[in-house]
């Protein structure tokens, strides 16, 4: 008489024995796959281990986050003649209409500034070209990648790092050929060997901020089409194609434009070497590092709710 039960399939068997006594699913090498654990309790109450999970799957995806770059890198490039130039070309371009304004003589923003107008105003493009980046990498990356988020399991963090490897590179691009302007044109100061560290003062601010508004930007598609629409506006209420006002620092209002401060000491110390906005500059820096990792929380806390939502 066999004992072999007939509604027991042979692959049942083998996943028998691919499941070990404490229950944990293993693979075909012998390792425990990762089990995740769903219960009702709001990952809000214990927000750092949130944020230790964020650290880990950005470490964990950092690799995937590489190849995208790449991937991302090479298809934006290819074909093209202008190749990478084309980093540098959105400030310059910006650059141009305001100088083709200021000598057809329909407006005159320069003001008392006492080094040659067309630099000074690139350098705030760049600058404010790497935070506007920033800020639009969250939503941009997201909507981008709406099928791959639906459809694959991967650390979500990778997506940003990705964002963040772009911005870094497109930066870099810009800084090659806005160096050489600064000390031929406004002269040498040793702050242009910390360009690059000025500059990226401005992204995590951006990126916190466009994080905070990408949920948003994922259920309504108003606020995209509302952030093309206000990018402009800000970038005038900024002081990039106009000197510093005096008084700077006693105007509130200087103070609640997150990119004001920041943009002012990077173009400042780059194009003068000195600044009169330490104190609001620092402040703004501070307080992003909690917009940054209160942005990390809501991004990790609101994908998986809008994944179901794109996925439906």
Known sequence: MSLANPHISPGAVDDANDTDPSGAETDAAGEE?????????????????????????LWAG?????????????????????GIFWAFLPPLANTAVWLILRRA????????????????????????????????????????????LSKLRFPRESLLLTSVMEIFFNLGVRLVVLVPLLVVFAGWTPWILASPLLVALLIPLGLAIGLLVMPLGMLYQDVGK??????????????????????????????????????????????????????????????????????????????????????S
């Open 226 to 311: 509302l952030i093309a629409v206000a990018v402009p506006v800000w970038m005038i209420i900024t002081p990039i194609v106009y000197g510093t006002p005096e008084g700077w620092n006693a105007n509130p209002l200087n103070w609640l434009n997150p990119a004001s401060p920041l943009l002012t000491l990077a173009r400042d110390l780059l194009v003068f070497g000195e600044t009169l906005v330490w104190t609001s500059a620092a402040a703004w820096v501070v307080l992003s590092v909690p917009l940054l990792l209160g942005g990390m929380l809501y991004y990790r806390l609101s994908l998986p709710v809008l994944v179901e939502r794109i996925s």
């Open 33 to 57: 796959e990762p089990v995740q654990v769903m219960t009702p309790e709001s990952g809000m109450k214990n927000p750092l281990r949130l944020l230790g999970d964020s650290a880990r799957d």
């Open 62 to 82: 950092r690799e995937l986050a590489y190849r995208m770059f790449q991937r991302n890198i090479r298809g934006l490039y290819r074909q093209t003649f202008l």
């Open 105 to 148: 003589g329909a407006i005159d923003l320069a003001g008392d500034i006492e080094v040659n107008y067309a630099v000074y105003v690139v350098t705030g493009m760049v600058v404010w070209q790497s935070f506007v980046e920033a800020f639009q990498a969250p939503l941009q990356t997201v909507n981008a990648n709406r099928n791959m």
